[in-house]
């Protein structure tokens, strides 16, 4: 039987957003790493965008040496970040595209397009003994250059089923994605836009083994405590898991 705990890294950029939103210490992501962890998130994930505009350098820092579980951290593919990568040896980088007028991570990387300067940054990431993930839509030429070009796992971009929950073809492509991508010997991950509503069928998918989730986990800690919003979405990919198996 397949393992039913499937990883949940919490994403807690939007900690640091809250930071920002007054330019002081408080919120502080260390302190949010810790009891996401405290509460069972098996990761922390930050994304550290070229303008700076939540996490900063310095939270990269003291997270590298505090989380005790999982570090991924989350980049574009640009030479400041896989420097900064290389040095800190996180246990993960996830590359992404990045656009500077985009309110959050819109689509996919550009593997096809891209392959010659991704792959050299999946070398010098795995060279540093870095786990290499790149976040993709669930196309199947893309999955299958993420392997050509030597990711370790690809994570699917879960946005536009987030954003059609009512249209079956948004899951059944991430169904597929996880399929193909297994079977090119990738492991796979999903994330964006889930909720403890709309997470269910994504980690029932047997190849999905995690989950990077933020903004609904630090929203709904506003109304419940960060401890309990983090376990609320574990039960809920939980329930799904078992849902899925019996
Ligand atoms: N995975 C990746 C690669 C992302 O860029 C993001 C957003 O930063 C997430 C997961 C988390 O998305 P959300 O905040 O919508 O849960």
Do not use: W
């Not at 502080?28 to 505009?53: F, K, Q």
């Not at 800190?88 to 992404?96: A, D, E, F, H, I």
């Amino acid at each position: 039987m397949r393992s039913r705990h499937s990883r949940l890294y919490v994403n807690i950029d939007h900690v640091a957003t809250l930071r920002q939103a007054r330019g002081g210490t408080e919120p502080s992501p260390v302190e949010a790493a810790a009891v996401c962890e405290a509460a069972g998130a098996d990761g922390i994930t930050v994304h550290l965008r070229e303008d700076r505009r939540h996490i900063q350098d310095s939270d990269v820092e003291a997270l590298a040496t505090s989380i005790t579980t999982f570090f991924n951290f989350e980049m574009a593919c640009v030479d400041e970040m896989i420097a900064m990568a290389v040095r800190l040896k996180p246990s993960q980088v996830s590359l992404v595209p990045e656009k500077r007028e985009e309110v959050t991570t819109e689509g996919g990387l550009d593997v096809l397009g891209g392959r010659v300067r991704i792959g050299a940054a999946v070398d010098r990431l795995k060279a540093a003994g870095i786990h290499v993930s790149l976040f993709v839509a669930p196309d199947p030429r893309t999955i299958v250059a993420a392997r050509q070009v030597g990711a370790d796992a690809i994570e699917l971009h879960t946005g536009e089923y987030a954003n059609h929950l009512a249209d079956p073809a948004t899951l059944a492509a991430l169904v597929d994605g996880a399929r193909i991508g297994a079977a090119e010997g990738l492991s796979i991950y999903a994330g964006h836009g889930l909720t403890v509503r709309n997470v269910g069928p994504v980690a029932a998918i047997p190849e999905v083994t995690e989950l990077n989730i933020g903004h609904s986990i630090v929203s709904r800690s506003v109304f419940v405590g960060l401890q309990e919003a983090v376990r609320e979405m574990r039960r809920a990919m939980d329930a799904a898991r078992y849902q899925h198996e019996i």
